[in-house]
């Protein structure tokens, strides 16, 4: 199940990398998007929790994150 939601993460890092015009490693790395899945964040709050994640992150790409992970808590 982690591998799942550490496979739906990076696309969502990919679709946000494409969407800004940069490289994916730019938006995050693999060690953020394990801790995301390890902590699950579903606020703005938990997910400034995440090692490597800060305001700007969360401003820009958090909404598109933290919905990945509602959606996949629900299933």
């Known amino acids: ?41 579903t606020d703005k709050q938990s997910l400034l929790a995440v090692k490597g994640i800060g305001e700007k992150f969360t401003d820009k790409y958090g909404s598109a994150f933290i919905q990945s992970i509602q959606t996949h808590l629900q299933q």
């Not at 993460?9 to 969407?19: D, F, I, N, P, S």
């Not at 015009?21 to 902590?39: E, H, N, S």
Request: some cysteine; overall charge positive; proline content about 5%.
């Open 1 to 41: 199940m982690r591998k799942r939601s550490f496979l739906t993460l990076k696309a969502v890092r990919r679709t946000c990398a494409e969407e800004n015009d940069l490289p994916a490693f730019i938006i995050c790395g693999d060690q953020v998007l394990r801790d995301i899945c390890f902590k699950k964040p």
